[in-house]
């Protein structure tokens, strides 16, 4: 046996590990101990210390990883001190992670000697779209050159197997195994999913499930043996590292301890279960094999003492760190921006008009040709037809298929790959085909995408443009004419354009580019070609190729008569996109008497403006194309109301699209429901009357 295990693993490393597992276990102990000071919800490593020290011993500096909320030993294992992990156990300001924002293992680390770790949401198997969009970034780094590594980067994606039946896991694993990128999924399975068994949950293991995944390698180990699982993660790494292929690590483990600390074992375990869990304790499995190899057992016996007295004292040192300032709060939200001011040539002498669609395409053209790390990909927006709207035509032709490709019909990975893209410092670019169907990426958004830069204190913001084609025009029916920017404006940690022209278009796509937050491009189908009667001012002439408008900075496109102002006969009308072209058919019915503000973007949105504009005309209306109960136009006349209620002379009023579920397809239904200049009309001669 001696001989055996020295050959695999030498003693060095062993002792190392079963240093970690004994400094794991107390930890965990101590925390059992002292419930009522370790109040917020956390999990513990117990049973699965073995496969998750084994993988962090692979790790360089190069690596990135993904550990999930079980993965304490990982962290561990590739360098972080107990009083670290502790101060985010008990969220303290000094939590190296979150600030005291986030929950136990939940890490996001940039520290260039360890390896890098994006933030990750508590939603299990989310994680593995933004940690593939990692190997998806490094792929597309390593094919253009754009950095060269000491070694070949691997990512590692950890999770729980009951995790795997989630659809979002598939997307991941299918473009990791289409793609061929150097990833690891590495599925750590304990027969538990909370109270959920194996059996309830899951016809087979993710070894067997991954069978159908071509191009995806895939291996079983015992994840409760050390020494076992040293042995193939090395061999998983290696072969990551070298061939530049994806592989699924199926580890079998145990769950010794809680499933967290809110849902105790004893809530729904059985004596019999847990006994035949400890029997695979990974520490006392470790333990005996040392000692049959001629381990002293005095040393492990000061080796558990050692490591109980650590993690002791570094829970007294977290016990008495300082807790976040309650003005720390709104920290981190977005990243500063640079683009602050309107810059460069609006309309350059001698320009020609161009419609909406085309400064789309300029935009992102002259983005490729100025930077490498600029990406598109999307559901049809590669060569062959460049978008069903043809707003990405010619760009798969000029900068080929690595740059400008398609997706297959993936939402939720074409949005939340892009967290992992923009950590590595690319920039991604992407296309959802039509509002209506962005719901399958919502969840990405919302868990994984808005809440990154504020949970890992600013160190991942994700940069990136997602391209959304909008509204309803000509019988494009319920599944693709809907409006969806109230959903979108309920997201914190987004920002959200919504142009009306080609030369607003061009500028805040580029304002987007140069903005490290992720950004919505809320793009009007009928006025990508002014082909909607009345649309024609959504013709422009084109911006130069410097020219940039910053997020947060409405206009007013038409002017009230300043003396009708003064008579106090004049209102104002607040709108964006489609309402825009509305608007200002409507006010040709009013001699002067109507203002119009295009919001262009909605967050931020200029408030500063609107209130403004609202103090000197006392009465508004916010238009919108959406359907109107419990909408971002219903909310922001509140916030008007509240601001500016000395000042009006009427309620502030919403207009917008009947309630109904969803866009008919028939033309007469669909006129019917979407508001329009004459229902405006008749809407602003009603408030003039006050």
Same mark, same amino acid.
């Given at each position: 046996? $001696?001989?055996?295990?020295?050959?695999?693993?030498?003693?060095?490393?062993?002792?190392?590990?079963?240093?970690?597992?004994?400094?794991?276990?107390?930890?965990?102990?101590?925390?059992?101990?002292?419930?009522?000071?370790?109040?917020?919800?956390?999990?513990?490593?117990?049973?699965?210390?073995?496969?998750?020290?084994?993988?962090?011993?692979?790790?360089?500096? $190069?690596?990135?990883?993904?550990?999930?909320?079980?993965?304490?030993?990982?962290?561990?294992?590739?360098?972080?001190?107990?009083?670290?992990?502790?101060?985010?156990?008990?969220?303290?300001?000094?939590?190296?992670?979150?600030?005291?924002?986030?929950?136990?293992?939940?890490?996001?680390?940039?520290?260039?000697?360890?390896?890098?770790?994006?933030?990750?949401?508590?939603?299990?198997?989310?994680?593995?779209?933004?940690?593939?969009?990692?190997?998806?970034?490094?792929?597309?780094?390593?094919?253009?050159?754009?950095?060269?590594?000491?070694?070949?980067?691997?990512?590692?994606?950890?999770?729980?197997?009951?995790?795997?039946?989630?659809?979002?896991?598939?997307?991941?694993?299918?473009?990791?195994?289409?793609?061929?990128?150097?990833?690891?999924?590495?599925?750590?399975?304990?027969?538990?999913?909370?109270?959920?068994?194996?059996?309830?949950?899951?016809?087979?293991? &993710?070894?067997?499930?991954?069978?159908?995944?071509?191009?995806?390698?895939?291996?079983?180990?015992?994840?409760?043996?050390?020494?076992?699982?040293?042995?193939?993660?090395?061999? @998983?790494?290696?072969?990551?590292?070298?061939?530049?292929?994806?592989?699924?690590?199926?580890?079998?483990?145990?769950?010794?301890?809680?499933?967290?600390?809110?849902?105790?074992?004893?809530?729904?375990?059985?004596?019999?279960?847990?006994?035949?869990?400890?029997?695979?304790?990974?520490?006392?499995?470790?333990?005996?094999?040392?000692?049959?190899?001629?381990?002293?057992?005095?040393?492990?016996?000061?080796?558990?003492?050692?490591?109980?007295?650590?993690?002791?004292?570094?829970?007294?040192?977290?016990?008495?760190?300082?807790?976040?300032?309650?003005?720390?709060?709104?920290?981190?939200?977005? &990243?500063?921006?640079?683009?602050?001011?309107?810059?460069?040539?609006?309309? =350059? @002498?001698?320009?020609?008009?161009?419609?909406?669609?085309?400064? @789309?395409?300029?935009?992102?053209?002259?983005?490729?040709?100025?930077?490498?790390?600029?990406?598109?990909? /999307?559901?049809?927006?590669?060569?062959?037809?460049?978008?069903?709207?043809?707003?990405?035509?010619?760009?798969?032709?000029?900068?080929?298929?690595?740059?400008?490709?398609?997706?297959?019909?993936?939402?939720?990975?074409?949005?939340?790959?892009?967290?992992?893209?923009?950590?590595?410092?690319?920039?991604?670019?992407?296309?959802?085909?039509?509002?209506?169907?962005?719901?399958?990426?919502?969840?990405?958004?919302?868990?994984?995408?808005?809440?990154?830069?504020?949970?890992?204190?600013?160190?991942?913001?994700?940069?990136?443009?997602?391209?959304?084609?909008?509204?309803?025009?000509?019988?494009? /029916? =319920?599944?693709?004419?809907?409006?969806?920017?109230?959903?979108? &404006?309920?997201?914190?940690?987004?920002?959200?354009?919504?142009?009306?022209? &080609?030369?607003?278009?061009?500028?805040?796509?580029?304002?987007?580019?140069?903005?490290?937050?992720?950004?919505?491009?809320?793009?009007?189908?009928?006025?990508?070609?002014?082909?909607?009667?009345?649309?024609?001012?959504?013709?422009?002439?084109?911006?130069?190729?410097?020219?940039?408008?910053?997020?947060?900075?409405?206009?007013?496109?038409?002017?009230?008569?300043?003396? $009708?102002?003064?008579?106090?006969?004049?209102?104002?009308?607040?709108?964006?996109?489609?309402?825009?072209?509305?608007?200002?058919?409507?006010?040709?019915?009013?001699?002067?008497?109507?203002?119009?503000?295009?919001?262009?973007?909605? %967050?931020?949105?200029?408030?500063?403006?609107?209130?403004?504009?609202?103090?000197?005309?006392?009465?508004?209306?916010?238009?919108?194309?959406?359907?109107?109960?419990?909408?971002?136009?219903?909310?922001?006349?509140?916030?008007?109301?509240?601001?500016?209620?000395?000042?009006?002379?009427?309620?502030?009023?919403?207009?917008?699209?009947?309630?109904?579920?969803?866009?008919?397809?028939?033309?007469?239904?669909?006129?019917?429901?979407?508001?329009?200049?004459?229902?405006?009309?008749?809407? %602003?001669?009603?408030?003039?009357?006050?």
């Amino acid at each position: 046996m $001696e001989n055996t295990l020295h050959e695999k693993v030498s003693q060095d490393i062993l002792l190392k590990a079963y240093n970690h597992m004994m400094l794991a276990k107390a930890m965990a102990d101590i925390y059992e101990e002292n419930r009522n000071i370790c109040k917020y919800v956390h999990s513990t490593s117990r049973g699965h210390e073995a496969i998750q020290l084994a993988t962090a011993y692979q790790m360089k500096k $190069e690596d990135w990883i993904s550990p999930y909320y079980r993965d304490e030993s990982i962290l561990l294992g590739i360098g972080f001190e107990p009083y670290e992990l502790m101060l985010q156990l008990l969220a303290k300001a000094e939590d190296p992670f979150s600030g005291g924002r986030s929950y136990y293992s939940h890490p996001s680390s940039r520290d260039e000697n360890k390896p890098k770790i994006i933030h990750q949401s508590s939603a299990t198997g989310m994680q593995t779209i933004p940690t593939t969009g990692v190997a998806q970034g490094i792929k597309y780094i390593q094919d253009f050159n754009l950095q060269t590594f000491e070694n070949n980067p691997v990512v590692v994606c950890s999770l729980g197997d009951n995790s795997v039946t989630e659809g979002e896991v598939s997307e991941a694993l299918q473009f990791a195994a289409l793609h061929q990128l150097p990833i690891i999924f590495l599925v750590q399975d304990n027969e538990w999913g909370i109270s959920v068994t194996k059996e309830e949950a899951r016809t087979c293991d &993710a070894y067997d499930f991954v069978a159908g995944f071509t191009g995806l390698s895939r291996m079983r180990v015992d994840g409760t043996d050390f020494v076992e699982s040293f042995e193939a993660m090395k061999k @998983a790494v290696d072969f990551v590292r070298n061939e530049r292929k994806p592989l699924v690590v199926c580890a079998k483990t145990v769950l010794i301890g809680h499933h967290t600390s809110g849902v105790r074992r004893e809530f729904y375990r059985d004596e019999e279960d847990l006994t035949k869990h400890r029997a695979k304790d990974p520490g006392e499995i470790l333990r005996k094999q040392l000692l049959e190899s001629g381990a002293d057992e005095d040393l492990l016996k000061q080796i558990t003492k050692k490591a109980r007295l650590e993690a002791e004292e570094a829970f007294e040192r977290a016990k008495n760190a300082e807790d976040p300032k309650p003005e720390t709060v709104m920290q981190h939200v977005f &990243a500063p921006t640079p683009i602050t001011e309107e810059t460069g040539t609006r309309e =350059p @002498a001698g320009g020609e008009k161009i419609v909406m669609v085309d400064a @789309a395409i300029h935009a992102v053209q002259e983005l490729m040709w100025k930077h490498p790390e600029a990406l598109l990909y /999307g559901q049809d927006v590669g060569e062959r037809i460049g978008g069903v709207f043809r707003e990405t035509v010619t760009l798969g032709k000029k900068f080929g298929s690595k740059r400008v490709f398609n997706t297959a019909i993936q939402e939720a990975y074409i949005i939340g790959s892009t967290a992992g893209m923009s950590a590595v410092g690319l920039k991604p670019i992407v296309e959802v085909q039509f509002a209506d169907y962005i719901y399958p990426g919502i969840n990405q958004l919302i868990t994984e995408i808005s809440k990154s830069s504020y949970l890992s204190q600013g160190k991942f913001p994700v940069s990136n443009i997602i391209r959304v084609p909008i509204g309803a025009y000509g019988g494009g /029916g =319920p599944y693709h004419s809907g409006s969806v920017e109230s959903i979108l &404006a309920n997201i914190k940690g987004i920002k959200i354009a919504y142009p009306s022209n &080609a030369a607003d278009f061009k500028g805040l796509l580029k304002a987007a580019y140069y903005d490290p937050n992720p950004v919505i491009m809320l793009e009007h189908k009928g006025l990508y070609w002014s082909k909607v009667p009345g649309t024609e001012d959504a013709k422009t002439i084109e911006p130069a190729e410097d020219y940039i408008l910053p997020f947060g900075k409405g206009k007013v496109i038409i002017e009230a008569d300043q003396n $009708e102002t003064e008579k106090g006969r004049t209102l104002l009308v607040v709108t964006y996109g489609m309402g825009v072209y509305w608007a200002k058919e409507a006010v040709k019915n009013f001699n002067g008497r109507v203002e119009v503000i295009d919001l262009r973007t909605i %967050i931020p949105l200029d408030e500063e403006l609107v209130f403004e504009r609202v103090k000197a005309h006392g009465k508004c209306i916010v238009l919108t194309e959406e359907q109107l109960n419990n909408s971002f136009a219903e909310a922001f006349a509140y916030r008007i109301s509240k601001n500016c209620f000395k000042y009006l002379d009427a309620p502030v009023e919403t207009m917008g699209s009947l309630d109904v579920p969803a866009v008919p397809i028939n033309l007469v239904l669909e006129k019917e429901m979407l508001p329009n200049a004459e229902k405006l009309s008749k809407k %602003i001669e009603e408030m003039l009357k006050y």
